[in-house]
């Protein structure tokens, strides 16, 4: 099964070019984030011309008031929403936001939960695209920074899937995480700086809720049977790895038993011009099968 997952950057007329770039891959599945409004109808269309009938999107929920670009599935299996979490679930230790209003507007938009009916049973796909921490929205004094919906989105994601399961599961999107990763292994967060005296990164004492939010998503999810696709295949032999400017924001996390063949970065296309994300591409089997018939 190939899926990929890009942000693309709320563009509204790149729209079918951006899917016509894709059908070049080939892919089962595609995660969208960042897509606005005004794009569905296009992206519906175009993915329909390609095989991916089966389409979900975070607009089809009605909603009375301006929201922020939401985000989108589009699958050659069928595809069956996940049910909601009530927040009480999602942030037991309540949010850190003092605007919980704003951080749901974000969660309904910008988090996708679907299952598919792939040929190897079911497998619940999780979409996210966290809301940068320098987000900023019109107030009536002007533009203000609502830095903490990012990390409770971030917050919610991991209480939504820290958890056993016994389904095959993928968690992907833009998580604007980490800062920088080593080739030694280590995740730095933005809740992270350099000790210049010391030779390494600490958490700053006013940053221990951001690290906690980004690392548990990060690494945390490991211990929940979601561990990083990417490294998993290339481990951290080299650390410049980018997918948004010089950061790696874009991510496949995977249960075990979903065996990536090959992950890469579709940098390649960035010479098409259709957005400032790099697509991230991965082609899993299932470990339990020994051998796998091509998905056509």
């Known amino acids: 099964m190939k899926l990929i997952s890009w942000n693309v950057n709320a563009r509204v007329k ?26 569905v109808r296009q992206y519906e269309q175009a993915f329909a011309e390609i ?26 299996f069928e595809l069956e929403r996940l049910p909601h979490l009530p927040s009480s679930a999602l942030w ?12 749901m507007k974000h969660w309904a938009k910008r988090m996708l939960f679907a299952t598919l009916q792939s040929p190897w049973g079911k497998i619940d796909l999780y979409n996210a695209y966290v809301t940068p921490g320098l987000h900023k929205e019109g107030t009536s004094a002007g533009r203000k920074i609502y830095s903490s919906i990012k990390l409770d989105l971030l917050t919610g994601i991991y209480h939504t899937l820290a958890t056993p399961s016994d389904r095959l599961r993928i968690l992907c999107g833009d998580f604007n995480t980490p800062q920088k990763e080593t080739i030694t292994g280590e995740t730095i967060t933005w809740g992270q700086s350099y000790s210049k005296s010391k030779g390494c990164y600490y958490v700053r004492r ?11 998503v990060l690494r945390g999810l490991a211990d929940y049977d979601l561990s990083d696709a990417y490294r998993r295949v290339h481990g951290y032999r080299s650390e410049k790895v980018y997918s948004w400017r010089t950061y790696r924001y874009d991510h496949i996390f995977a249960s075990q038993a979903l065996v990536p063949l090959s992950i890469s970065y579709l940098n390649l296309l ?14 899993f089997v299932p470990k339990t099968v020994p051998q796998v018939a091509e998905i056509v």
């Open 206 to 216: 006013k940053e221990v809720e951001r690290h906690k939010a980004e690392f548990r």
């Open 51 to 76: 095989g991916l009938r089966y389409i979900l999107h975070t607009f089809q929920d009605p909603s009375d008031e301006a929201t922020p670009t939401g985000v989108l599935i589009a699958s050659c």
């Open 270 to 283: 960035q010479e098409h011009q259709l957005s400032d994300h790099v697509p991230i591409e991965a082609i």
């Open 92 to 103: 037991p230790e309540g949010m850190l936001s003092p605007h919980p209003e704003k951080v």
């Open 14 to 39: 790149d729209g079918r070019k951006q899917v016509n770039v894709l059908s070049q891959q080939k892919p089962h599945v595609v995660a969208f984030q960042d897509v606005r409004a005004t794009s």
